[in-house]
């Protein structure tokens, strides 16, 4: 029973592990290839104690390593008192089954570490809910195979499965599911998809009701300072740390940009290269906001070596999302902390209209500042009104969503000159019904 738990709750934490890379073919090799499997790990709480990386043709389809290699694993696992093996590539069911019996551990591959990363890190209900979905949609379909499996171990006398046991904690599904049979986890993923279907109601009016201001949202790879610059513009407090996955929820703050002018920056989740496809879409509600705003500021770290790979990676998920078309803005971060400096001239010649910020040092958020008040004003235009004197809510609404140049009363009217962006002027619209748009002169 408890080797079955093993495979039934995939997280890592605190564990010892041996993480794995198989490179295939001329696929260039990265300079650290292990660095953000290893930084993932760390991220969910185990200790990377020993490593292994194999170039083949391609993968072994039985073992995705050769017979070698995973003998190699195993010595290693055994030399470091290590209890769990960990993969920077997937692996299918059976793929874990052959490895599992050969390393005589538990075995995770990618995917589950950040499903599991994900687990420890969700704060509100509505994270809870998403990281539960995306994990039993992920493991669901493995269950079967590992069932078996694991009780052929289990039934063999201990042995080869007694690293798989125990030192496991207590975050994911498996708790609550102790018994989980595909039919039960057919009926909760209904029940998490109907929960959460009704929260994305809610928040598709809430958003809605905010669509009179410039949104801009604040997305990248993981660790590349996106909250940092949260907190740097706006004050907000958002949760920081030098790890992988520091943010899951939504975070939205008014921006001052002087002048009395101010947009809405909302902090999002961090993205990876293969972003398991089941986390995409369930996070798919929360980064609903940056889906839409009118403005995307993709956070780079700058002084990462891997630069290039992560702005690559953060444009194919917004595709997937489907915003790889909105108007976006490249933001070289940490450029206080740059080494490379060739590198970085390499990559900001790649992206001539990238700014060069540091939210650390406050290092070209001014600029950033004056470039967000630009591509704010520039979606506006300059009109007359004609609004009814009496009518304070609308008069309201212009002052704080609109740039007024001049303003006077004529016969009980409001007539006002003013530079506003499509959007608020529809919703002005909305909120009053007696708006009359003046030429020139004549009310
Ligand atoms: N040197 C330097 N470090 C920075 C800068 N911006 C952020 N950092 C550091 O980078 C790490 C990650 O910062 P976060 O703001 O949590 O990154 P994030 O993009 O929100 O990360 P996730 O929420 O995990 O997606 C922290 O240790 C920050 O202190 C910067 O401009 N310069
Ligand atoms: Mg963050």
Redesign the pocket.
């Known amino acids: 029973m408890t080797t079955l738990q093993s495979r039934e709750d995939l997280s890592v934490g605190r564990e010892r592990a041996v993480v794995v890379k198989v490179i295939i073919g001329n696929e260039p090799e990265p300079a650290e290839p292990l660095a953000e499997l290893t930084e993932l790990a760390r991220s969910a709480g185990a200790i990377v104690v020993s490593q292994a990386i194999q170039r083949r043709p391609a993968f072994n389809a039985a073992s995705c390593v050769g017979k070698g290699k995973l003998e190699e694993i195993r010595q290693r696992a055994d030399a470091y008192d290590a209890n769990v093996v960990i993969f920077d590539n997937d692996l299918s069911p059976s793929q874990i089954r052959e490895i599992e019996q050969a390393v005589g551990r538990k075995v995770i591959d990618r995917s589950e570490l950040i499903l599991d990363i994900f687990a420890s890190r969700a704060r509100t209900h509505e994270a809870r809910l998403q990281v539960e979905l995306a994990q039993l949609e992920y493991t669901a379909p493995r269950l079967r195979g590992m069932w078996t499996h694991l009780e052929r171990i289990a039934g063999a006398g201990g042995g080869t499965g007694a690293g798989a046991v125990g030192g496991i904690g207590t975050r994911g599904p498996g708790e609550s599911q102790i018994e989980i049979d595909r039919r039960l986890v057919g009926k909760r993923v209904a029940l998490l998809k109907s929960k959460l279907a009704e929260i994305d109601r809610r928040r598709v009016r809430e958003v809605r009701a905010r669509r009179e201001q410039f949104t801009v949202s604040l997305v ?1 790879y ?7 610059l949260m907190n740097a513009l706006t004050g907000a407090g958002a949760f ?8 899951l929820d939504t975070l939205t703050r008014k921006w001052e940009l002087g002048s009395g002018r101010y947009c809405l920056l909302s902090d999002t ?2 993205f990876i290269r293969d972003l398991p496809h089941h986390l995409v879409a369930s996070f798919r509600a929360t980064l609903e906001e940056a889906i839409h705003a009118d403005l995307l500021l993709h ?1 780079v770290d700058a002084a990462n070596p891997e630069a290039a790979v992560q702005i690559a990676a953060v444009e194919r998920v917004l595709a997937e999302l489907g915003c790889g078309e909105r108007p976006a803005l490249l933001l070289l ?2 450029a ?2 740059v080494q490379d400096e060739a590198a970085f001239a390499v990559l900001r010649g790649r992206h001539p209209d990238a700014l060069r910020v ?3 040092t406050g290092l070209g958020l001014d600029t950033l500042r004056d470039e967000v008040l630009r591509r704010m004003r520039g979606e506006q235009r300059r009109i007359t009104l004609s609004i009814r004197a009496g009518d304070g809510r609308a008069l309201t609404f212009v002052e704080r969503f609109a740039e007024i140049h001049e303003r006077r009363f004529e016969d009980g009217r409001a007539i006002v000159e003013l530079d506003i962006s499509p959007r608020a002027l529809e919703h002005l619209h909305r909120i009053a019904a007696d708006v009359r748009h003046v030429n020139g002169l004549e009310a």
Not at 223 to 228: L, P, Q, R
Not at 241 to 247: I, V
């Open positions: 990248g993981t660790n590349a300072g996106k909250s940092t920081v740390e030098d790890r992988l996955f520091a943010t989740v961090g956070v971060n940490k206080d902390a540091s939210a650390r």
